[in-house]
């Protein structure tokens, strides 16, 4: 299923965020839970991006469970980190906002996304 998505235009995600460029690669890992790098997350963050990179690490396993119904989404999510990434070019992106033009990107708003939105932002407040 992610083979097939690599096949996908990722023209509607440059023009979200008015970025144009041609792609660059992204790697994308598959931990399972005994990686290393599984050790060191928390069990409730099923993927992740290092958009500097050019990385996702995903965690299949974790998927799906809230608030990705399936590997494919939090896959298009974290595509999503790291061409923002890319678009901003070092610029920093409030976490709220990152978080916010994802979940657009990754296929509209849900009930859930603004609890998650809103989580995100008070996580920013209270922890820098």
Do not use: K
């Amino acid at each position: 299923r992610l083979r097939e998505l690599g096949t996908v235009d990722l023209g509607a995600f440059r023009q979200l965020l008015g970025w144009y460029e041609g792609p660059e690669p992204i790697t994308v890992v598959l931990a399972s839970e005994d990686s290393a790098v599984a050790r060191h997350v928390p069990r409730w963050i099923a993927g992740f991006a290092r958009g500097d990179e050019g990385l996702i690490v995903l965690f299949p396993a974790r998927v799906p469970s809230y608030p990705y119904s399936s590997l494919v989404e939090l896959l298009r999510h974290e595509v999503a980190h790291v061409l923002i990434d890319r678009a901003s070019q070092g610029a920093g992106i409030p976490r709220w906002f990152h978080e916010g033009l994802a979940m657009l990107a990754e296929g509209g708003w849900r009930v859930s996304d603004r609890s998650r939105l809103a989580m995100s932002r008070a996580a920013t407040r209270s922890f820098g």
